[in-house]
């Protein structure tokens, strides 16, 4: 029993100044209880609950998940920890109580292949329920019951350092029980921030007169950008083929009347459909559709209103506010690929 | 085991030079001369940090404001032209989308550089969502990093400034509504937080009763933050006349919550980064929360008197003068509302402008 005094005396002075700013700092904040240096030889019940000796030794049943061995192995140890420092019956059923209710809830954890396990974890296992609470000049333990290890310390100080230490000692458990929930945290915050960035680099332009009439259609409550975009009087221009003399283009102002494109799940590509109407420079306007086949690639056909007949073209069309999402530069060179393939690319027509 | 410490920006931190592109240079380096002091200077690492030390993790979102700044500057040389791009933008609020080209005047160069991005992430969602999800990842990345490094669940604090604790708040929210990194499964030791104005650009999640709100502030479920900090400057505009951030009007305990209002200029910012963390109220409660086993209050009085009595900036004259004129703003009556609150932005930053222009006159900065 001295000895195991001392050697907590010791540990304490090994963690720094002895006056802290807060009472309990010493024994309930992390950076400091997880740099101290405990004497893995420790046979004093108190010491022997230290979370860096206690991780040592439910090492093995952590690492094989066996969550319900380590808790009630834990909790046999802080027993043993709480009679030597003579914690106080209410404060040892508090903290028994709640030891209890998150055994019971690990010894019923789902698989972690059951839909349900992350909600049962967070939900009715509350990993985070030991961890010491730092408040402003107090430390708390419980939140629902809570304990004031502040006041603990000043008067009795080993039963504010038992149950602190044991606090840790069960926490780290659950944390590393928790840590399965974060890989699958950072996959789905990895995919929303891809789907944003491939969204600003490839999404079709949306236009003044779109940003007006759909202003909104995007929340604060969304995550992703919206996966359809209506399209409403989208101006661009295009290049003009005759269906019968694939050699004479025209420039033409390409007004997408009303239309919608649909994006791909992590927003590469979108395709969709618009109704439009053409105006030449010099000629008569002319009515059809288009197609977003995918990004970039569009084409469409008019038929125009000549010789008092309606004669049917094909249409090619460079998004002109292209350059506000990506170089206008690539923009030019998928209208000039795509243009050499509808002159050239059908020898059957000319 | 290592801290982590989670420092996020305000706005205009695009507005940099080439040669020192990182918003974090003069404000770690502030922090890092603040508690040199105390001999934690070197416990403040931007990387590879040892047991004991406190890993620095700057937040960091500007870039987006600066993409589309790029983009303009491509589409037309000069800032004149950029309004009618700025006009084509989704603003959610006709109101002020309405008063855009009066606070483009007002604010003059301060404009595009530091209110742009205010108007961009409280009114376009389009912005909103992408970066609050950039600076929730930053966060989640690290966190998780150093929850695996140390075996258990990481000392976290947060320091914030400006549109930065605005930013800050709504990514903690979203974060924490994952299961991953909630209040179920995390806790936050501190959030310190310097011209607060996450209440007047509330925007999806309620100030004062999202999950970033002190652990023992109703309502239920649990906040997950066990104390929150907020400074303001008595004469800085943009933290005090709308819509004040007070956790304590809102039902926040003392026990998780406490603020404290700032009154010396040492400079013609008064709401700039450093010179709120300069400041020993502000510095010292993020020390004594990253160095709890220290005895903080007896350097409390002494540090608060060493910094009254230093010089300041070199221009008593300009700095003179934007007390006069921010005081004056004071006295102007501006709607609670959040575009009352550009209004008060657009209105500062003029003050600014004038008083940074009559500083450098006096030879200063």
């Given amino acids: ?350 | 085991m290592y801290q982590l410490l989670f420092v996020i920006h305000g706005m205009g931190a695009g507005a940099r030079p080439a040669n020192d592109p990182n918003w974090w240079t003069g404000t770690i380096d502030d922090l890092r001369a603040s508690a040199k002091k105390y001999r934690h200077d070197k416990d403040l690492v931007l990387s590879a940090p040892k047991d004991e030390q406190v890993l620095v993790i700057p937040l960091t979102y500007h870039q987006l404001f600066d993409d589309i700044r790029s983009k303009w500057s491509r589409a037309t040389p000069n800032d004149a032209g950029w309004l009618p791009l700025l006009q084509q933008l989704a603003f959610h609020d006709p109101a002020a989308l309405a008063k855009l080209p009066g606070w483009a005047t007002t604010a003059g160069s301060f404009f595009w550089t530091h209110v742009l991005d205010v108007l961009l992430y409280r009114y376009v969602a389009d912005f909103t969502i992408p970066i609050r999800e950039l600076v929730a990842t930053q966060i989640a990345e690290a966190w998780n990093r150093a929850d695996l490094d140390n075996g258990t669940n990481t000392p976290v604090h947060f320091l914030a400034h400006s549109l930065g604790t605005a930013v800050l708040h709504d990514s903690i929210g979203f974060l924490g509504a994952d299961p991953g990194f909630g209040p179920t499964t995390h806790m936050i030791t501190s959030i310190v937080t310097l011209a607060n104005v996450s209440w007047v650009l509330e925007n999806g999640f309620p100030a004062y009763a999202s999950v970033d709100r002190p652990i023992t502030a109703a309502p239920p479920p649990n906040g997950m933050t066990a104390a929150y900090f907020s400074f303001r400057h008595e004469l800085d505009p943009i933290a005090e006349i709308v819509r004040t951030f007070r956790g304590d009007h809102n039902g926040w305990p003392a026990n998780g919550y406490r603020d404290e209002v700032a009154i010396d200029v040492k400079d013609w910012n008064v709401h700039g980064f450093t010179h709120y963390l300069d400041n020993p109220i502000a510095h010292l409660r993020l020390f004594e929360r990253l160095w709890p086993n220290e005895d903080w209050p007896p350097r409390r009085d002494p540090a608060i008197a060493a910094y009254k009595s230093a010089p300041g900036a070199p221009c008593p004259a300009a700095l003179a003068m934007a007390r006069q004129k921010l005081e004056a703003l004071f006295a102007n009556p501006f709607p609670q509302t959040t575009d009352g609150f550009i209004d008060v932005a657009v209105a500062t930053f003029r003050v600014f402008e004038q008083a940074r222009d009559a500083c450098r006159e006096e030879g200063g900065r």
């Fill in chain 1, 1 to 350: 029993m001295i000895a195991g005094v001392l050697a907590a005396t010791l540990l304490t002075l090994h963690a720094g100044p002895r006056r802290a700013a807060d009472p309990g700092a010493e024994w309930c904040e992390p950076s400091i209880v997880y740099n101290q240096d405990p004497s893995p030889n420790a046979t004093d019940a108190l010491e022997r609950v230290h979370p860096l000796l206690s991780r040592v030794r439910w090492a093995e049943a952590v690492h094989n998940e066996q969550w319900e061995l380590a808790l009630r192995g834990l909790r046999d140890e802080i027993a043993s920890a709480f009679a030597a420092a003579a914690v106080g019956p209410s404060e040892q059923q508090r903290f028994f109580a709640e030891l209890d209710a998150t055994i019971a809830a690990a010894a019923a954890l789902p698989r972690r292949s059951d839909p349900g396990w992350a909600n049962y974890l967070t939900a009715t296992v509350q990993p985070i329920r030991f961890h010491p609470i730092h408040l402003v000049g107090t430390y708390q333990l419980f939140r629902s019951s809570p304990l004031d290890l502040s006041a603990l310390s000043g008067s009795r100080p080993r039963e504010a350092q038992a149950l602190c230490w044991s606090a840790f000692s069960v926490n780290q458990v659950l944390a590393r029980l928790s840590l399965g929930l974060q890989a699958a945290t950072l996959a789905r915050l990895g995919r929303l921030n891809a789907s944003w960035a491939n969204y600003r680099a490839y999404g079709y332009t949306r236009q003044a007169l779109e940003q007006i009439a759909f202003r909104g259609s995007a929340t604060v409550h969304d995550t992703l950008p919206g996966r359809v975009q209506w399209l409403l009087g989208h101006l661009s221009v295009g290049e003009e083929v005759q269906w019968r003399d694939s050699t004479t283009t025209a420039t033409s102002t390409v007004i997408e009347v009303l239309g919608g494109l649909r994006y791909r799940d992590d927003y590469t590509q979108y395709s969709g459909v618009s109704a439009i109407v053409t105006l030449p420079v010099d000629g008569r306007p002319g009515f059809g559709g288009m197609v977003h086949f995918v990004r970039s690639v569009r084409a469409g056909a008019v038929v125009r209103r000549a010789d008092r007949k309606w004669r049917p073209g094909v249409i090619m069309s460079a998004d002109v506010y292209g350059f506000l999402d990506r170089s206008k530069h690539v923009v030019d060179r998928a209208v000039a690929m795509t243009n050499g393939r509808v002159l050239l690319g059908d020898p059957a027509e000319k």
